[in-house]
């Protein structure tokens, strides 16, 4: 565990929104300025085309947003506590979006690539498990349906436990 | 307390919301509700579709003041009580 | 492992560059035209402004021309036949870099994260045991080294064997 | 072989590049050389700067045709073979 000063120190970027995002611009910016970032670890989420062998028509991103910003500052401040970070992003999209759209992207910056890559899963496993976001999947066939709670995100997450 | 009147906030998100028909409403605690598990008691026994979609603990996480509750977590008048599915964010 | 008509499917976009190159740019490629991608896994590498202690002036990347190109694919379908993938890039630059510059990019999309996550980590672990490339930094005391290898690369790269 | 004449294709990288002063040479092959490890003997005797360069053999790595080599790995005329420290990109 760092100090609480340290953790203080690293800038956090979150972000809810339902307008997209542009993952180059993101990754400029968690490096813009300095020249102390070895490696940037980062991960985009993006909508399937299909669930359940059922064509998707849109993905609806329910959230609970007095909750949301405060759920991912604490995921992304947990991450600087465990990793030697230099920069973290968390943004994530709510609404209506098409198969193909970006959902979210999660991004850290260290002097050494394996603090960036462990920090950028955790990130998303954390997310997944831990931000009140809902997923609710519309088909091309009409029908819908909210997404379940996936055992194997718990796995992904207890990881870091 | 003099706020014992207060009612809290009651907000039910994702299938909770789309089942129940609601997703905000205020509720005035009765004196016996303190805790979340005693006002789940309470919710659910205003009805059969509440007793059943709260019945389903595995399903149905909570937050207090937009915090992750247990049972054990206090109630006060005032509060902000959220209840929902697991999260499928990401 | 998967059969290689699979992993000859799967593109692969590799390049060796004096040139720079734009993070964004590259992941937009990744999904472009296509809609059953879940996620894309990224690690930028950047020139870090010192080296134990010395404040670096400049890196030098030197490669084995003839060999790097196919070093590169060799790894990048590599990943392929381990996870599941729909698209692997790898982009490494030569030549003389400034601190902050970007060096290296290697990206991977699958249906699931945690192939694309894996797959990030697997080639650039891979990368920096398996390529033919030599840094040389240019300390701003005028003094100047060839990196010796890290025994943590190794043993990072010895992960996946 | 008709191509016993050939010469192999010598490159150095790095600092055994700097070192020898030497990027890249042809070398025609004596008869008793045919691997790797007899590559190296024969190279080693050409004076003590190759003799210590090549002498860190933890810290020297060879490609044969652009494929990393073993000291077993065969050698012909015509091959090009390449000496380089343990790689460090990334």
Redesign the interface.
């Known amino acids: 565990m760092a100090g609480e000063a340290r953790v203080a120190d690293v800038p956090l970027r979150v972000r809810v929104q339902e307008a997209d995002f542009?993952?180059?611009?993101e990754?400029?910016a968690l490096?813009a300025g300095?020249?102390?970032?070895?490696?940037?670890?980062?991960?985009?989420?993006?909508?399937?085309?299909?669930a359940g062998g059922r064509a998707l028509a849109a993905l609806i991103?329910?959230?609970?947003p007095?909750?949301t910003q405060?759920?991912l500052e604490d995921i992304a401040r947990e991450a600087v506590r465990r990793w030697d970070l230099q920069g973290v992003t968390v943004i994530?999209r709510v609404g209506r979006m098409a198969?193909?759209a970006r959902?979210?992207l999660v991004a850290a910056t260290a002097?050494h690539?394996?603090a960036?890559?462990e920090a950028?899963?955790f990130l998303?496993d954390w997310?997944?498990?831990?931000?009140?976001?809902?997923?609710?999947e519309e088909f091309a066939d009409g029908g819908a349906q909210?997404?379940?709670?996936?055992a194997?995100?718990d796995t992904?997450a207890a990881r870091w436990e | 307390m003099m706020d014992g009147a207060r009612p809290v906030r009651l907000l039910w998100f994702a299938w909770l919301r789309e089942r129940l028909g609601c997703g905000e409403e205020e509720l005035t605690l009765p004196g016996d509700v303190t805790t979340v598990a005693t006002l789940v008691a309470h919710l659910a026994a205003r009805g059969p579709v509440y007793a059943e979609a709260l019945a389903a603990r595995m399903q149905v996480r909570c937050a207090v003041n937009q915090e992750f509750a247990t049972p054990e977590t206090a109630v006060h008048p005032g509060d902000e009580v959220a209840f929902f599915p697991p999260v499928t964010g990401g």
């Open positions: 542009d993952p180059g611009a990754l400029t490096t300095r020249t102390d970032v070895g490696g940037i670890g980062c991960f985009v989420g993006t909508v399937r085309d299909a991103l329910e959230h609970y007095a909750m405060r759920a994530h198969p193909g959902i979210v002097a690539r394996a960036a890559l950028t899963a998303i997310l997944k498990t831990r931000a009140p976001f809902w997923k609710k909210w997404v379940a709670a996936r194997d995100d992904a």
